[in-house]
């Protein structure tokens, strides 16, 4: 990657790859200790889990700022991975099917509640979509603005990512809001549902979403390098 800025965070995010296996490791062990009755204050692990997510964002919005075209084709990520892309991440209602995954001991209260805060992310996802395709109208051409309004988005490439003087500062700014609207929503999802679960079910449900990360991104990776390997 020439983009400075980029390879400085492919650096960033390969480190917090091996930290969030490390966390992957305690989570489990954590959980497996409160299986056998060994109820430790799980508080900790928490609190730094979800601060290990939050410099995950932070370093995000840097990276955005510089160059927001960037977040729609990060070449820090593999083919797969870029596939799951909605405004730039993971699609928040992702937590859900992992909640459903990996927890079977919900009670009903926890289902209602649930169930609840899904929809209320489903229309909050939904009028991102909108925002970013409306905000697309003006540069692009209507399939590409489609695929905004209906699945989240946008693969920039060449002169968006290139020549970002080719696009009006505005549109840039307000891409760069969407992200970090799309990003608040991300995390306020999560935290909502953390809110939901009792300290066991975090547990599993934190180190469920580790794995999934961890699990796709080197499938993805495996998978491009075999396609390489067949070019």
């Known amino acids: ?23 992957l490791g305690e989570l489990h062990s954590a959980h ?10 799980v508080r900790p692990l928490i609190d730094r889990v979800i601060s290990h997510y939050g410099q995950y964002f932070e370093e995000k919005s840097k990276i955005a700022h510089h160059n927001v075209f960037l977040i729609f084709s990060p070449p820090w990520f593999s083919s797969l991975e870029q596939s799951f892309l909605w405004v730039g991440g993971f699609k928040p209602g992702v937590a859900f099917q992992v909640v459903n995954t990996a927890l079977g001991d919900l009670t009903q209260d926890q289902k209602e509640k649930l169930t609840e805060l899904k929809q209320e992310t489903k229309v909050k996802e939904r009028t991102l979509n909108d925002d970013l395709a409306k905000l697309q109208e003006s ?4 399939p590409l603005v489609g695929l905004a309004r209906s699945q989240g988005r946008l693969c920039f490439s060449g002169p968006f990512v290139t020549d970002q003087g080719s696009v009006p500062s505005t549109f840039k700014e307000k891409l760069e809001n969407l992200v970090a609207n799309a990003d608040a929503l991300r995390t306020d999802t999560a935290l909502n549902i953390l ?10 449900f934190m180190a469920s979403a580790a794995e999934l990360q961890i699990k796709v991104r080197s499938w993805g990776f495996d998978k491009d390098a075999q396609k390489e390997g067949e070019d």
């Open 195 to 204: 809110k939901i679960l009792r300290p066991a079910q975090i547990l599993k």
């Open 32 to 41: 497996q200790q409160y299986q056998e009755g060994k109820r430790a204050d």
């Open 1 to 23: 990657m020439a983009d400075v800025n980029a390879a400085s965070f492919e650096a960033f995010l390969q480190g917090w790859m091996v930290r969030q296996k490390d966390f």
């Open 139 to 142: 540069v692009a051409d209507p």
